[in-house]
């Protein structure tokens, strides 16, 4: 049945997706080959891979998405086939056909099912053929500004004015009235030229309390579909997404098969094969609408992989090359909880701005793999490695698995914790923010949370007493340890451990806390306002990431030493923590 297996496969990708392929090749015992720009010469992919072909400049247009220089790398290689990833040439129907022109196999859909679906107006049509709900909306073009305060009328109000050819959340307008349906007609139609070339514009319902909820889909050659279930991406900022996890903590079973088959029956009418998605916008009454299919692996499918224990990857390989889905609906099960943090080069201080620079420490958590929890990262960076402004500002995939959604999230607060990346702006304060955030451990989330939420941006995380009390306590034992060490080396020879005082006044986030610390073999025991905390901990001064104990549960900071205390970085809050003796403190009260 089917062809052999592929012995070479080219990856035409960059960074973590490239670094991702070529696991799952390794692991099926594929060559692998990769290509890379002036930029990416030092790059993960490029050591990784068995091969690799130099494809031009650093800027993409230049270089990965340049159809005949890829074509070129493919043939000089001798691959069999190309896995494109996400992006770049992913949903490229004239890459698909010079490759079936050149004999070669795209591991990924036939090039009419990328047609159909890459034009919006096209896709809803066929949605709408195959019985697939579709956001109410007038399906034709809009001649003008009175056409389309008329259609607005029909659809009504508030209605969502958008670019047919459009994408990243360029060309789209809100209107609740006809004076905003007049504008933002004209401003979507300027901006859909300007970005696009292409100022077709249509209209449809404005879904309220909209989540964004997707549905992977893998289809073979043989006619077999399946769903495996779905993914919440309502966590977006901009329209692009920053948390996703698996299953969604909103949808009820019925409402998930009744999505399952919708999608398989979209990806059906279409001849779709290898793996898809299929995303919906789900109003806060778990009413579904298409909104349109993505014809290539997603950036979050590890956490379909997670709940599922399938490889999409390896799965795409093998119905590129002819074989049947080894599975059917019935044995797809949804196994615990998955949540995924998407790091970027970007500084959450600043408004997320890019940030490009050299990664001068990046100690990402130890992948791990236990029968009640996972952590997995998927990057395509390394220590001492470039961000370049060339290309996407991802630097890794964080994910954690576990039984349920609570313990999910405790294990990405933990992983989170314990990540260090220094060199550039990075949004991990604001992940560990959102994790702590009481509407999304409710799992009551929007597409427009984060601008809700974060209205003037992300200014740091206050951290509850609670947790202040447990910081304290760690900062007094590491101190005490670094006040030991001090009096050691300056070589008086006495007991030092009774110079180390037992009374002294901790300063945080603007609280101020008396305590006494009392110190044995094991740890120290430090009591603060009426409690008594336990810690336990091998930190010793100059580690950048301190690793305690209180009380039982583990405690991991980032921690850095400063002038009288630690500058302390932890769950989205950047902190000054001053330990001074009571002495100290009186006197520090007085300094302006």
Known sequence: EGQPMFKKILIANRGEIACRVIKTARKMGIKTVAIYSDADAQALHVKMADEAVHIGPPPANESYIVIDKVMAAVKSSGAEAVHPGYGFLSENSKFAEALDAAGVAFIGPPKRAIEAMGDKITSKKLAQEANVTTVPGYMGLIKDADDAVKISNQVGYPVMIKASAGGGGKGMRIAWNDTEAREGFQSSKNEAANSFGDDRIFIE??????????????????????????????????????????????????TRAAMGAQSVALAQ??????????????????????????????????????????????????????????????????????????????????????????????????????????????????????????????????????????????????????????????????????????????????????????????????????????????ASAMNRVSEIRRTRVTGRMDNHERKVGSDWVVNIQDQQYAIQIAADKSGATVAIGGDTFRVESDWVPGQPLARLSVDGTPLVMKAAKISGGFRVRYRGADLAVHVRTPRQAELAALMP
């Open 205 to 254: 319902k404005f879904v309220t309390q909209p989540r964004h909820i997707e549905i992977q889909v893998l289809c073979d050659s043989h006619g077999n579909a399946v769903y495996l279930h779905e993914r919440e991406c309502s966590i977006q900022r901009r329209n692009q997404k920053v948390i996703e996890e698996a299953p969604s903590p909103f949808l009820d079973a019925a």
């Open 269 to 474: 009418a279409v001849g779709y094969t290898s793996a898809g998605t299929v995303e919906f916008i789900v109003d806060g009454d778990r009413n579904f609408y298409f909104l349109e299919m993505n014809t290539r692996l997603q950036v979050e499918h590890p956490v379909t992989e997670l709940i599922t224990g399938i490889d999409l990857v390896e799965q795409m390989i093998r119905v590129a090359a002819g074989e049947k889905l080894p599975f059917a609906q019935k044995d797809l099960k949804i196994n615990g909880w998955a949540m995924e943090s998407r790091l970027y080069a970007e500084d959450p201080y600043r408004n997320f701005l890019p940030s490009i620079g050299r990664l001068t420490r990046y100690r990402p958590p130890v992948e791990e793999t236990h029968a009640n929890r996972v952590v997995r990262n998927d990057t395509g960076v390394f220590e001492g490695g470039e961000i370049s402004m060339f290309y996407d500002p991802m630097i890794a995939k964080l994910c954690t698995w576990a039984p349920d959604r609570p313990k999910a999230i405790e294990e990405m607060r933990l992983a989170l914790d314990g990540f260090e990346l220094e060199g550039i702006g990075h949004n991990l304060p604001f992940l560990a923010a959102v994790y702590d955030h009481p509407k999304f451990i409710a799992g009551e989330m929007t597409t427009a949370f984060i601008e809700e939420e974060y209205p003037d941006g992300f200014e740091g995380a206050v951290l509850p007493e609670a947790t202040l009390f447990r910081i304290a306590a760690a």
